[in-house]
């Protein structure tokens, strides 16, 4: 028994002396991170008298707690200083400031900024980087036109116009437009205009009110970068067809298909028409896929999915999707109480504006 206690002795403090250097070796293998982040972005081109856009982020990248951050930015009369900014905070602040292109500046304009900050572990930490912009020379002249409004999958004619307004040809001339997928390469004479006809269409389920799309030109004569832009900005419009419950109720010779998946449940027409028909204000679950079908119909029949309910433009779709769960969840007749009732009539609330056109 000696011998073994003996053993028992010897081992312990070894277990302790291994697990010591284990930890000592992985808190060298990963040692924790100092320092200070900074990022800056400006207009890519500009012309003597624009107002060029900065935006400057400073973020803690490192594993320690930032104290007294000093953002100096000499060209932008920028010199702050922000407190405190927790670890690993990459959303950090962000400051937009603005600047005039002046006749003096050189070019391209290049400006720095610079952060400095100490650590919850007293080590000081810099940072900077710079954002360049080139001042363009207006010799090329572009414009864009397109349609005032346009409906949502309805295909729109854009014509942009290029035109050389300097008194020597210019070679090389690249002309973009993103949004289209167009790219043209060549050369513009003085006083040479080049049009281009180009078409687009427009997404089927396009949510915003508008559709707003670049084309820029630019070309390079010697040391002087020539950079023009233009935009133009559609009107979307929506072929409202969304109907009623008791449209669908009454007219169902009109429906766009003869079945119905709600709450991962496929209902016949007749099973569909059914749930119209006993909806009522006792049990949500009947209430919601009530609206619920009238809505997958609506969307079936072609009615867009963009709409404003507390003015808010919203997704429709997404509704629906979140309406299907719940109804997965709550079965149609399963008459749920206190706050599942209430998510039950929000989305119902939702979906009967969407079904009468009721833009609240």
Known sequence: MVNVKKCLVLIVPLVLVAASLTYALSSNLHPRFHGVGVLKSADAYAYVGDFVTYQIKVYNPSDYDL???????????????????????????????????LETDPNPLINTVTVEAIDAAGVRSSASTQAITTIATRIISISKVGPEAAYEGERITYTIT????????????????????FSWKGDLNSGEVNTFNLTYTIPPRYCKENLTNIVTVKAQVNETVIYAEASWTTKILHRW???????????????????????????????????????????????????????KLNRLGGASPC??????????????????????????????QCGDRQTALRLKDILDAYNNKDCR
């Not at 000093?70 to 690993?88: C, E, H, K, Q, Y």
């Not at 008194?167 to 973009?176: C, H, L, M, P, R």
Request: glycine share 4%; charged share 20%.
């Open 67 to 101: 104290y007294n951050i000093n953002v100096t930015d000499s060209m932008l009369g920028l010199n702050a200083t922000i407190p405190f900014m927790t670890a690993r905070n990459i959303t950090g602040i962000t400051y937009t400031l603005y600047r005039e292109v």
């Open 162 to 181: 290029v035109n050389n307004t300097g008194n020597f040809s210019i070679s090389d001339v690249v002309v973009e437009d993103e949004m289209l997928g």
């Open 241 to 295: 067809l969304m109907h009623s419950i008791g449209y669908w109720k009454n007219h169902p010779e009109k429906w766009p298909t003869d079945q119905v998946e709600i709450g991962n449940i496929t209902y016949t027409k007749e099973e569909a028409l059914q749930i119209l028909r006993e909806a009522n204000a006792k049990d949500a679950t009947k209430m919601l896929a009530a609206q619920l079908i009238a809505a």
């Open 307 to 336: 709409f404003y309910y507390c003015s808010k433009q919203i997704n429709i779709d997404e509704i629906i999707s979140d309406a299907d769960a719940f109804l997965t969840n709550h079965p149609i007749g399963s008459n749920p």
